[in-house]
């Protein structure tokens, strides 16, 4: 399925489980349906199951949005207490549309508890109280991890709400990270369970393996011990003067601690001249995107750094900003130099990330995908240098595997249905679907004369001014702003309302007695030839009809 076929089926309002292979665009889909919603006055729930994915779409984890928080369980008391809580009552009350990102890490328990907290908030039966759920994601990708007290952790397909939704399968099948055919062969055999020897011995000669002169890897570890002790060794080696920048935050408190927590950017960031930094956000009008590897070179004047792109050019850093939405409101907000230092990594920071060059070891890989999303993190094999690993490390879920092509197919039906679907009905489908999750949007008041206008139909000026309120003056100004503007409505039923024929004849002999010394037809000297025999509303009306 492209991209384009995916979105044209979110915008059906389909219940949908968008997915695809690293670097297929699945974040780059959300975003744009996010964006196609706000647009349309729409305010959808953006979430993720970690901090570090809801980062990337702007909005916060799935646990905080429906207040679940950490719990694995849900008594009737837990319901009631959540019911108490009145902005969760607004938050749930106006989200239509609920889209929940990296789904492969979410436990499937706890997709059926905020499945019923929405059946409660909404009070109805229909699966998730009848919003439209998106659930986003790569079930070869890192799976959830259960706490020991908690019960055993599976894929959320196997989650009671999963099978209530319908949903339709958006399988994505463009490559947009992978740029060599010799790394994007050995992805798929990995996930199609079928790693043969040709391919393994590809991989092997990027054993150790040199980089191209000048690159400098960023790499990649599967435990946080590793990646702190390498970052702070390898900017200790540098001599440089060291500069601080620190993180600046605002709104509320809980839920600006969890965006500092899931913000790759670090809230004390220490540059030195020589630093490998990696970009942790995305601007393409600046010119990096998340993952893009560089140098610092220098620092500007104004103490902002310099960083010499790996490949590209030499950008001087300005903070960017990570922010918590909800329906169009800013709840929470920090701005800080979209960089941290690059020397390592952990491999499930890396989600969602595409790198110029990694090294990594995977010789400690404890989860099946783990060497799956580290690989898939490089755009080519020539960017891949191996320190180890282990036939494990290039494992997946075997229950995955098997799933995967049920997707496949769920996949092309979705495609087939959506191609039956006359492109006149298709838009008008669509159309009706944001009428039922936007916001009604408020008509657009006429100004005075428009509004006059509609009544000009009546029988006379008389009826017109009770029907609006204002007198038979405001009436005749009205007029003649219609005139003005170009228009000519008809009033000639609206003329004995205040004149006879013959009081518009001798109006109209006072005008054109009056021409010579009164180009602008002003009232007044018309009047003095009238005198009290007319009113000036009288003038006013007749001079419409000359």
Not at 24 to 34: D, F, R
Not at 316 to 337: D, H, M, S
Not at 420 to 427: D, L, M
Not at 465 to 478: L, P
């Amino acid at each position: 399925m492209t991209q384009a076929e995916a979105l044209d089926i979110l915008k059906l309002g389909h219940n949908v489980y968008l997915t695809g292979s690293a670097g297929s665009g699945k974040t780059y889909v959300l975003n744009e349906y996010i964006n196609y919603l706000r647009k349309n006055g729409a305010a959808p729930a953006v979430t993720a199951s970690t901090g570090i994915a809801a980062t990337h779409l702007g909005g916060m984890t799935i646990h905080a949005w429906s207040g679940l928080g950490i719990k694995a369980r849900l008594t009737d008391e837990d319901i009631d207490a959540l019911e108490e809580k009145s902005w969760l009552w607004k938050r749930i009350a106006e989200s239509k549309v609920l889209i929940i990102d990296e789904i492969s890490m979410f436990h499937h328990f706890r997709l059926d508890l905020v499945e019923r907290i929405c059946r409660a908030f909404k009070r109805n039966d229909m699966p998730f109280g009848g919003l439209q759920v998106v659930l986003c994601g790569d079930f070869f990708q890192l799976p959830p991890v259960s706490r020991s007290e908690e019960e055993p952790a599976r894929f959320s397909y196997h989650a009671d709400s999963w099978q209530k939704l319908d949903l339709k399968v958006c399988y994505l099948h463009e490559q947009f990270r992978q740029q060599d055919d010799a790394l994007l062969d050995i992805l798929t055999a990995i996930r199609s369970g079928e790693v043969e020897d040709e391919l393994l011995e590809q991989l092997q000669t990027r054993y150790h393996a040199d980089f191209a002169e000048g690159v400098q890897p960023t790499r990649l570890y599967t435990h946080n011990i590793d990646v702190d002790g390498v970052n702070t060794t390898e900017l200790g080696k540098l001599t440089a003067e060291t500069h601080v920048y620190t993180m600046e935050t605002r709104g509320r408190l809980h839920l600006m601690e969890a965006l500092k927590k899931s913000c790759l950017a670090p809230e004390r960031l220490m540059l030195k001249r020589g630093a490998q930094v990696m970009f942790v956000k995305n601007n393409l009008d600046a010119g990096y995107v998340n993952g893009s590897l560089g140098t610092v070179s220098g620092f500007a004047i104004d103490g902002s750094p310099l960083v010499k792109l790996l490949k590209g050019p030499t950008l001087t850093v300005a903070p960017a900003t990570w922010r918590i939405e909800e329906n169009g409101k800013e709840l929470a907000r920090l701005e800080q130099l979209p960089l941290r230092l690059a020397w390592a990594i952990t491999v499930h920071k890396s989600q969602g990330m595409s790198l110029d060059a990694a090294e990594m070891d995977l010789a400690k890989a404890f989860e099946p995908g783990m060497g799956y999303v580290a690989l898939s993190r490089v755009r080519t094999l020539a960017g891949v240098r191996l320190l180890g690993w282990h036939a494990r490390a290039l494992q997946v879920h075997p229950e995955v595997l098997a799933i995967d092509g049920e997707f496949r197919k769920a996949s092309e039906v979705a495609v087939a249905e959506l191609k039956k679907i006359p492109k006149q009905e298709k838009v008008q489908l669509q159309q009706a679907f944001l009428v039922q999750v936007g916001k009604p949007k408020k008509p657009k008041k006429l100004p005075p004369h428009h509004q006059t206008k509609e009544h000009l139909p009546l029988a006379s000026l008389y009826d017109i001014a009770d029907k609006r309120g204002v007198t038979i003056g405001t009436i005749i100004e009205h007029i003649e702003k219609l005139q003005e503007e170009g228009e000519t409505p008809d009033i000639s039923h609206l003329k004995r309302s205040l004149l006879t024929d013959a009081q518009l004849k001798k109006i109209a002999a006072a005008f054109e007695k009056t021409a010579s010394t009164n180009p602008d037809q002003r009232l007044a000297p018309v009047k003095n030839i009238l005198g009290s025999a007319f009113t000036y509303d009288q003038i006013r009306f007749a001079k419409l009809f000359l």
